[in-house]
T-cell receptor, first 112, second 112 residues
Framework: KQEVTQIPAALSVPEGENLVLNCSFTDSAIYNLQWFRQDPGKGLTSLLLIQSSQREQTSGRLNASLDKSSGRSTLYIAASQPGDSATYLCAVTTDSWGKLQFGAGTQVVVTP | DAGVIQSPRHEVTEMGQEVTLRCKPISGHDYLFWYRQTMMRGLELLIY????????DSGMPEDRFSAKMPNASFSTLKIQPSEPRDSAVYFCASSLEGSEQFFGPGTRLTVL
């Protein structure tokens, strides 16, 4: 059974510092991995989707890497800003239907 | 595009009442997913549809829960009768060909 883990559960950094968020999964047979952002009381916003054949994906200040063999993905956010404060969730799909298995998330606070 | 639309945004009801949650997916998307989020269990997939056909409802917690998708632009999740432990945020998401999922803003359900 696929298990997705995100460590740490919470993280606080000063503005301007780079953020590094980790996601690990137990079954390397994934179709893709998706990173989301969730603001308090809001829905999930898709940040990046990495296909299983890709090693990384970039969008603006965000870069996500994928190492299937070791069951890990890392989300880098460069030059963090207070507006980056949110909970970040990773999720993997293990079938072509796109069924997502979520981690518990990392709550990030960027202090001015 | 307006994104995934859910209604109502908030629902407060009494135990034993019927609750109906509604979702309009992104136009052209062929997959629709219903999730539930609680503090204790995180995000859980309840059921998903492909081309309006239910594919996997193994996440539906009990027979009190049912979901329908009568056409490509509308889905409902019904709880009858509702119980206090059903209190959660319910999200609907849609995707094209099982790829990147886009979430709605959610319905916060409180059962008294």
């Amino acid at each position: 059974k696929q298990e997705v883990t995100q460590i740490p559960a919470a993280l606080s950094v000063p503005e301007g510092e780079n953020l590094v968020l980790n996601c690990s999964f137990t079954d390397s047979a994934i179709y893709n991995l998706q990173w989301f952002r969730q603001d308090p009381g809001k829905g999930l916003t898709s940040l990046l989707l990495i296909q299983s054949s890709q090693r990384e994906q970039t969008s603006g200040r965000l870069n996500a890497s994928l190492d299937k063999s070791s069951g890990r993905s890392t989300l880098y956010i460069a030059a963090s800003q207070p507006g980056d404060s949110a909970t970040y969730l990773c999720a993997v799909t293990t079938d072509s239907w796109g069924k997502l298995q979520f981690g518990a998330g990392t709550q990030v606070v960027v202090t001015p | 595009d307006a994104g995934v639309i859910q209604s109502p945004r908030h629902e407060v009801t009494e135990m034993g009442q019927e609750v109906t949650l509604r979702c309009k997916p992104i136009s052209g998307h062929d997959y629709l997913f219903w999730y539930r989020q609680t503090m204790m269990r995180g995000l859980e997939l309840l059921i998903y549809f492909n081309n309006n056909v239910p594919i996997d409802d193994s996440g539906m917690p009990e027979d009190r829960f049912s979901a329908k998708m009568p056409n490509a632009s509308f889905s409902t999740l019904k709880i009858q009768p509702s119980e206090p432990r059903d209190s959660a945020v319910y999200f609907c998401a849609s995707s094209l060909e099982g790829s990147e999922q886009f979430f709605g803003p959610g319905t916060r359900l409180t059962v008294l």
